[in-house]
């Protein structure tokens, strides 16, 4: 059967690092109070004048690469974020035009940190209809554009970066096996930017109460990580006909590494199997997989016919999971 698989992978970092004891000069914190909770010891910030899409094109240029095609030739552009590089157009329109990949549609998708995920999901549908033979597949976040460097349960979580894939189609055993999507709206308020929408558009007000910035419930997303991703990655292996035990690599979102240690004991894949940078990332939100994805195949930790899952969780509260076959 033909199956939507990736060709080729890629990452748009920053320069600048912003480490944990960079923050102690910033917010009440310790590098130890962050590395105990959350594994993070530094992250990627972009610079003045960086915007989104300058680390999606980044991202897709050098996944384009890997891929051995050119930007050109690609059929379309998914690209997953929260934070765009403004409100209208879509930010995937001026990465098309940055990689110069004018015949193609672009456009944006809103899962927050399983925006990847779901640009997967939408990317195979298109590729199973036909007529779409080169997607590229993005996730890109500047977080630290809507932080309140004052609130320290949440500004020492967060990472700008991008990464990307090209997926094509291809007859076998070999690609994205399947994908599972989920939300509930039930906990649209658990993690949230409440100002510059319809319900809250931009005023003074707004801003003096900091409603344009990150605001979240930490306990919760954190039960819902857990039990959500765990949930997705064991439906998705059991409709494959898989278990744990076939799985090579576990690709999860780095949130936070005790969400990743809760869903290692809950799926019984021990960590050794999870693929683990965020300590040098943070939480990069919808870029955290692909960049995840990048660096091992870099590195020669993904071998042909390896079976990787992929999981993660974000705002909505949306997340999914998904099976594929290197």
Not at 52 to 65: F, K, N
Not at 247 to 271: C, D, W, Y
Not at 299 to 311: F, I, S, Y
Request: charged share 20%; glycine share 10%.
């Amino acid at each position: 059967m033909t199956r939507a698989r990736m060709v080729g992978l890629g990452r748009g970092v920053p320069r600048k690092v912003l480490t944990n004891v960079d923050l102690e000069q910033m917010v009440d914190t310790t590098d130890q109070w962050i590395t105990e909770r959350t594994g993070i010891k530094e992250r990627h910030i972009a610079s003045d004048g960086e915007v989104t899409s300058d680390l999606a094109a980044a991202a897709g240029r050098m996944a384009c690469e890997n891929a051995g095609i050119k930007p050109e030739e690609l059929d379309a552009i998914i690209l997953g974020t929260v934070t765009p590089d403004m409100q209208m157009p879509a930010t995937a329109a001026f990465v098309q035009q940055k990689l110069g990949a004018s015949r193609c549609p672009a456009f944006d998708i809103s899962a927050a940190c399983a925006g990847f995920t779901f640009g997967l999901g939408l990317a195979d549908g298109l590729i199973q209809r036909g007529g779409y033979r080169r997607i590229l597949v993005i996730g890109v976040e500047l977080l630290s554009r809507v932080l309140d460097w004052t609130d320290r349960n949440t500004c020492v979580l967060f990472g700008d970066a991008a990464g990307a894939a090209v997926l094509v189609p291809e007859e076998g055993d070999r690609g994205l096996l399947d994908v599972e999507l989920h939300t509930d709206g039930s906990y649209t308020r658990d993690l949230t930017i409440p100002g510059g929408g319809s319900v809250r558009p931009a005023s003074h007000e707004s801003v003096d109460e900091k409603q344009h910035v990150v605001h979240m419930n930490g306990r919760q997303i954190f039960t819902q990580a857990v039990r959500n991703m765990s949930a997705a990655s064991l439906s998705v292996l059991e409709r494959c006909g898989y278990t744990a035990d076939d799985v090579t690599t576990v690709f999860a979102h780095q949130a936070n590494m005790r969400i990743v240690e809760g869903v290692s004991q809950r799926i019984k894949i021990p960590l050794d199997r999870f693929f683990i940078n965020i300590q040098r990332y943070g939480n990069t939100s919808s870029a955290s997989i692909p960049i995840a994805m990048s660096e091992a195949v870099e590195e020669g930790r993904v071998h042909e016919g390896d079976l990787l899952l992929l999981t993660a969780l974000g705002a909505g509260v949306s997340w999914g999971s998904a099976l594929v076959r290197w």
